[in-house]
């Protein structure tokens, strides 16, 4: 069973991103300890270096959470499944016969000024699509379409069918 698409990302290379913002803040915190910017103001001088001591101790400490799990988000589409896991979100989650799938939308929300990319199941279930990591969803459609030509994928953008 050979996979048509197949996406990985581990937590380990947000934690390196995490690090690198961590360090930002902590250049940030240094130039305000050494170059008071509120010389007449000692409270904001003071709120500013704890704000950024703060910042920078949870992004450390959260990337060392992550470097230490390591769990990996991947999505997969082989010739039987259309598989999703993300370990932060559960809603993302899921595991879905390609024979299942009704079709795919894109759709937008006004009041949230956001898409959302959902699954339709054939027995009325609707799973969400993660957006939280960089895979090439015309690459992850593509591979859906090979493995099942009957699936739909409805583009809500253009109001139309995917050719």
Request: overall charge positive.
């Amino acid at each position: 069973m050979s996979d048509y698409f197949y996406y990985e990302r581990s937590q380990r290379k947000m934690a390196v991103k995490m690090w690198l913002n961590s360090l930002v803040v902590l250049v940030f915190f240094i130039f305000f300890y050494f170059n008071n910017p509120f010389p007449n103001d000692k409270w904001s001088y003071y709120a500013i270096l704890l704000i950024s001591s703060i910042v920078f101790l949870g992004l450390f400490l959260l990337a060392a959470w992550f470097w230490c799990k390591n769990n990996k988000f991947f999505i997969r589409v082989n010739s039987d499944v259309f598989e999703c896991f993300d370990p932060l979100f559960k809603d993302f989650c899921f595991c879905i016969s390609l024979l299942d799938i009704k079709d795919i939308r894109h759709t937008y929300s006004n009041q949230s000024k956001k898409w959302s990319f959902k699954v339709f199941t054939k027995d009325g279930n609707v799973h969400l699509i993660s957006q939280n990591a960089s895979y090439s969803r015309e690459k992850l459609y593509q591979a859906l379409e090979k493995a099942v030509p009957h699936i739909i994928i409805f583009d809500t953008a253009s109001n139309s069918k995917r050719n």
